[in-house]
């Protein structure tokens, strides 16, 4: 009959059961389990006269007369089973480390788990924990590679993203100097501006002071002459004193030696504005410099209310008492006189203006795209318009819920409109002054969706209100909007 041993099955048939290394002078015990002779000897010595099998704990009456295993010992030698790398040895027994407790993880030997401090606890051979701890070692090894990828790829982000917040930072500080550049030219082309001003009025007043200051002059020595001729009249003798007097005192050209009263006014010097209010001056002018460049543009007619008439390349629009088309357009009002312009906005800074003049009812500012525009329109920033307006030539407003009453000193002719879309501010200006724009009205709301200006020119009744909105077009470049009126 052929044999099938495998040779970890040898191995193990090869094993002394209490120090699990190959068989070292084995001895047979009659029930039949081999031991090496030492590890009999050592349980021998600490179990005295009653001494049990370790396998199958049957008696053993005398270990020390238990005769040697020569038939395995052969076998043994015959395979030349080299025996494992000696461990240290246990400090109680003196046997080899070959087993390691669970329990107190601790390597002890084969009558520690038998006898000693650990016995019953869970025991398993060295060279098992050894294949298990070598496995969560490699399983430790990758999890530390993998962190250390991980870790690797996070450093490499920290340093792009370190890099992109300085490039980042180079180029807003290129940004600020430049604007900060700008800002200072436009600063010192105004100090320059108030320096001329100051300059050319005290030249004029100098002038008129050099003028005055020469007739005077003038005076003086026509003065002095007089006295020259009437102190010579004074050496005269009575006689002829007394007719030359009467002669020179009467004569026109004496009369005409004497300065007039009131002919010398004083002078202050008045620069038009206060000191105090200079920075506040120069704001205004830099605001409206520093604003976007004005907006081209134009009306649509598709969206124009039946009763209003574009003109001057869709630029002008009024009101008039008869319908301008027969059908109205699926994209225009049908109730409010209204029109918009064009183009719309959806991002950005944007800045326009709408010449108003002398109309006494109007109203100016964006709507929704998505607005409905049939029939009456419900004006206020919830249904998506931002409006503002003046109500029959005496108050202005805007339409907010409930309305807002605008303070506004006169009747501004000329309206801008600034659209911050991203920062959600929309606000009115009366632009009629050179020196600055005057703020009406701001609203704050989160924008969506794209805006378009829009123009109410309000109902003409009966010939009243009929002047038209004007949506002038910028000037060129290189100059601020005029500001003169439209004639209207």
């Known amino acids: 009959m052929a044999l099938q041993v495998t040779a970890p099955d040898l191995a193990n048939g090869l094993q002394c059961p209490v120090c699990l290394e190959v068989f070292k002078e084995p001895l047979m015990l009659q029930c039949g389990h081999s031991y090496c002779k030492d590890c009999l000897n050592s349980l021998t010595h600490h179990l005295g006269n009653q001494l049990f099998c370790p396998v199958c704990r049957q008696v053993v009456p005398d270990g020390s007369s238990s005769p040697p295993n020569v038939s395995l010992a052969q076998v043994i030698e015959a395979l030349h089973v080299p025996g494992e790398q000696e461990l240290s040895v246990c400090t109680h027994h003196q046997n080899p480390l070959s087993l390691f407790c669970e329990r107190d993880r601790e390597l002890i030997c084969g009558l520690c788990g038998l006898l000693g401090s650990h016995k019953q606890h869970q025991v398993i051979p060295v060279s098992t924990v050894y294949s298990r701890m070598k496995e969560e070692l490699s399983g430790l090894i990758s999890d530390l590679k993998q962190q250390r990828e991980k870790l690797e790829e996070q450093v490499t982000r920290l340093g792009n993203n370190r890099t992109r917040i300085a490039n980042e930072s180079d180029v807003f500080s290129w940004v600020i100097r430049r604007e900060f550049q700008e800002l200072h030219r436009l600063v010192d082309e105004e100090e320059a501006r108030c320096l001329e001003g100051i300059e050319c009025h005290k030249r004029g007043l100098l002038a008129s002071m050099d003028i005055q200051l020469e007739q005077a002059q003038g005076a003086r020595e026509r003065l002095d002459q007089a006295e020259g001729v009437l102190e010579q009249l004074s050496e005269e003798s009575h006689l002829d004193f007394i007719q030359k007097y009467h002669a020179m005192a009467s004569s026109t050209k004496l009369q005409q030696t004497l300065p007039l009263e009131g002919t010398f006014n004083a002078v202050s010097f008045k620069p038009g504005f206060h000191p105090a209010n200079l920075k506040m001056t120069v704001w205004k002018r830099l605001f409206r410099k520093v604003l976007p460049a004005m907006e081209t543009l134009k009306l649509d007619p598709a969206t124009a209310h039946p009763l209003l008439q574009l003109s001057k390349g869709n630029t002008v629009v009024e009101c008039g008492l008869l319908s301008q088309r027969s059908v109205g ?3 225009g009002f049908d109730y409010n006189t209204c029109v918009l312009a064009s183009q719309g906005f959806s991002c950005g800074r944007h800045y326009w203006e709408v010449v108003v003049g002398s109309k006494s009812h109007w109203r100016l500012g964006v709507i929704k795209g998505t607005a409905n525009r049939k029939g009456k329109l419900i004006k206020s920033p919830e249904h998506g318009l931002w409006l503002i307006g003046l109500k029959e030539g005496r108050g202005y407003e805007a339409f907010q819920c409930p309305r807002v009453l605008l303070p506004v000193a006169g009747h501004p002719h000329r309206i801008g409109v ?35 200006p829009i123009l109410d020119t309000c109902w003409n009744e009966r010939g009243n209100n009929s002047l038209p909105m004007v949506l002038p077009q910028p000037p060129g470049p290189g100059h601020l909007p005029t500001l003169e009126h439209t004639k209207l």
């Open 329 to 331: 357009h699926p994209d």
């Open 418 to 452: 600034y659209l911050h879309y991203e920062q959600g501010e929309l606000t009115f200006f009366d632009a009629d002054r050179p020196e600055g724009l005057q703020p009406l009205y701001t609203f704050q709301a989160d924008f969506q969706g794209k805006l378009y």
